[in-house]
């Protein structure tokens, strides 16, 4: 069975650029979730779907930061426009639609804004 | 202050040896808790759950002290593979939700 996976794997962009994110979850999981590790930070939950519906956007810095699901399937992370503090690692994670306690982590996007 | 709080070593220690992690929490509303482990520049991975009756897998053990808000993973005969960062995880959620890192705290086992 594949596992979660981003793309891109790296992304070094020009502050006030847009950079979209992408992951596809384990098939099958409905509920997709995106975290960010700020360097020398600990990884922070940025927010949660069920399949289409966003669950808790409750971790979104800021509304430069738009995340969708269309479908229910994969999910975008779109920048706009990025800023220094952006740069970091962007973990996306799935689990199933029933209880689960494991997220299964994709290898992350290393998002680098200079 | 941090939800969730760990010593960020580095650890080093021998192969063999017997090593203990410690992480504390702040809400006490917290339901779910886990130890996750990272490899350098690899995605977190579940390494096991802790339940509040403590739990065992194979060299590796968790306590919780829901009292003290307090988590425990105990790594005995250490190995080499062992080498990687431990992250406790804690959810105010019992199923899938949002889940709460600590920092991480980097082990090396040496030879």
């Known amino acids: 069975e594949a596992g979660v996976t981003q793309f891109p794997s790296h992304s070094v962009i020009e502050k006030g650029q847009t950079v979209t994110l992408r992951c596809d979850p384990i098939?099958?999981?409905?509920?997709l979730y995106w975290y960010r590790r700020v360097m020398g930070k600990e990884i922070k939950f940025l927010l949660h779907?069920?399949?289409?519906?966003?669950?808790?956007e409750s971790g979104m810095p800021n509304n430069r930061f738009l995340a969708e699901r269309t479908g229910g399937t994969y999910s975008t992370l779109k920048v706009q426009p990025a800023e220094l503090e952006d740069s970091g690692v962007y973990f996306c994670?799935?689990?199933?639609?029933?209880?689960?306690?494991?997220?299964?982590f994709g290898p992350g996007t290393r998002l680098t804004v200079t | 202050r941090k939800e969730v709080e760990q010593d960020p070593g580095p650890f080093n220690v021998p192969e063999g040896a017997t090593v203990a992690f410690n992480c504390t929490y702040s809400?006490?509303?917290?339901?779910?808790f886990f130890w996750y482990r990272q490899d350098c520049r690899k995605e977190p991975k579940l390494l096991m759950s802790v339940y509040s009756s403590g739990n065992e897998d194979g060299r590796f053990t968790a306590q919780l002290n829901r009292a003290s808000q307090y988590i425990s993973l105990l790594i005995r005969d250490s190995k080499l593979s062992d080498s990687a960062t431990y992250l406790c995880?804690?959810?105010?959620?019992?199923?899938?939700?949002?889940?709460?890192f600590g920092s991480g705290t980097r082990l090396s086992i040496r030879p």
């Open positions: 994670a799935s689990s199933p639609r029933v209880a689960s306690y494991e997220q299964y």
């Open positions: 995880v804690v959810s105010r959620y019992s199923s899938a939700s949002k889940i709460i």
């Open positions: 779907f069920v399949k289409e519906s966003k669950q808790d």
């Open positions: 098939s099958g999981h409905d509920n």
């Open positions: 809400n006490s509303a917290s339901q779910s």
